[in-house]
């Protein structure tokens, strides 16, 4: 299909909550996914949401395999996600760095819930039910924050830890968004 360009930060859309999709497996919802896919692709992203593209729908993408942007982070299966339902597990909190396409350039400190049960559909309308912890968990909550109109500046606890991924990271060959 085509790749679209990713709306930045300060576009009001990004901070819409995005509706749920209605009808699974259309030409529509299988266009936008593709796009999404050329899209995250292209910008060698870890994952990428509906509203980042325009679409305010619940609908997002991810997937980590061997990804210059984490060279340290564990494999993430490519999974679509639609409607999605979170369920923390236990209290327990991870921080790490996280970026994001509609923040070129930037890096940030993010604390989030370690366990995750997360549920949604994928394209096809086929239900989706894991529970995940570490890296794969994070993915999905900075995913789905994009569908509640929260980008991950927002969640950052300690700005000291937010900047710039080649002054933060100089010399350690971090590739930029
Ligand atoms: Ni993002």
């Given at each position: 299909m085509a790749i679209k360009t990713v709306l930045r930060m300060g576009e009001p859309l990004l901070l819409q909550q995005a509706q749920p999709v209605t009808?699974?497996?259309?030409p529509e919802l299988h266009a936008l996914i593709e796009d999404m896919q050329d899209t995250m692709q292209a910008m060698d992203g870890a994952g990428i949401a509906a509203p980042q593209i325009g679409v305010s729908l619940q609908v997002v993408i991810f997937g980590v395999g061997a990804n210059p942007r984490y060279p340290d982070a564990e494999l993430v299966p490519y999974t679509v996600l639609i409607n999605p339902t979170l369920n923390f597990i236990g209290d327990e909190i991870e921080e790490d760095w996280e970026g994001c396409l509609s923040v070129p350039g930037m890096r940030g400190v993010v604390p989030r819930y370690t366990r995750l049960h997360y549920t949604g559909f994928d394209q096809f309308g086929n239900s989706i039910d894991r529970l995940v912890s570490g890296f794969h968990a994070r993915v999905v909550q900075h995913e789905c924050d994009h569908l509640q109109g929260i980008l991950y500046p927002m969640r950052i606890t300690d700005l000291s830890q937010f900047g710039f991924t080649d002054v933060l990271f100089a010399g350690q060959n971090i590739v930029d968004d």
């Open positions: 009808a699974f497996n259309t």
